[in-house]
T-cell receptor, first 114, second 119 residues
Framework: AQSVAQPEDQVNVAEGNPLTVKCTYSVSGNPYLFWYVQYPNRGLQFLLK??????LVKGSYGFEAEFNKSQTSFHLKKPSALVSDSALYFCAVRDRTGRRALTFGSGTRLQVQP | EAGVTQFPSHSVIEKGQTVTLRCDPISGHDNLYWYRRVMGKEIKFLLH????????ESGMPNNRFLAERTGGTYSTLKVQPAELEDSGVYFC?????????????????FGAGSRLTVL
């Protein structure tokens, strides 16, 4: 069975500072990994995905994530946080065979203070 | 392009009543998924349609939940009879079919969700 852990319910960061939202996963074999963001009263929006190749993936709004196979992690990062980045962030995983549906984590609320 | 539309946005019902949630996916998206998020918990997979066929319904909690996708377009999720633990936000998502490395494939577009409150 596949699973995703987002160990922090909330991350607080000052505007302009770098941010990291943590994600670790468990899956059979090599994973496909995703990050989604949810703003209030909206559906989840795709940020980025890791399929293969370069471990550093760049996505929307200046976000990036690094795939680390040995640590089974896929942390989301941004060099300089904006107040408008405040939202709920979800990490998701899919294995390369079998079920095509994504398995999501419980979400991390990012609060960027001005 | 219109996004994924879900209706109703919020439903409040009594235990034992029936509720039907509707999802209109993006036109041309063969894959349609239903997910549920109970307050503060992870977003849990319910089921997956490919066109009108149920590809995977392993996440459906019990036989009080019935999902349909007649004609491979919109989908409905009926809960009958509703129980207190069914409360949560039900998300629908759709995606294109194709190899996962191709642009857009396996990238889910979500609706805003239907919040269900069972009293």
């Amino acid at each position: 069975a596949q699973s995703v852990a987002q160990p922090e319910d909330q991350v607080n960061v000052a505007e302009g500072n770098p941010l990291t939202v943590k994600c670790t996963y468990s899956v059979s074999g090599n994973p496909y990994l995703f990050w989604y963001v949810q703003y209030p009263n909206r559906g989840l929006q795709f940020l980025l995905k890791y399929i293969t190749g370069d471990n550093l993936v760049k996505g929307s709004y200046g976000f990036e994530a690094e795939f680390n196979k040995s640590q089974t992690s896929f942390h989301l990062k941004k060099p300089s946080a904006l107040v408008s980045d405040s939202a709920l962030y979800f990490c998701a995983v899919r294995d390369r065979t079998g079920r095509r549906a994504l398995t999501f984590g419980s979400g991390t609320r990012l609060q960027v203070q001005p | 392009e219109a996004g994924v539309t879900q209706f109703p946005s919020h439903s409040v019902i009594e235990k034992g009543q029936t509720v039907t949630l509707r999802c209109d996916p993006i036109s041309g998206h063969d894959n349609l998924y239903w997910y549920r998020r109970v307050m503060g918990k992870e977003i849990k997979f319910l089921l997956h349609f490919v066109k009108e066929s149920k590809q995977d319904e392993s996440g459906m909690p019990n036989n009080r939940f019935l999902a349909e996708r007649t004609g491979g377009t919109y989908s409905t999720l009926k809960v009958q009879p509703a129980e207190l633990e069914d409360s949560g936000v039900y998300f629908c998502a759709s995606s294109l079919t194709g190899p996962v490395h191709t642009s857009g494939a396996n990238v889910l577009t979500f609706g805003a969700g239907s919040r269900l409150t069972v009293l």
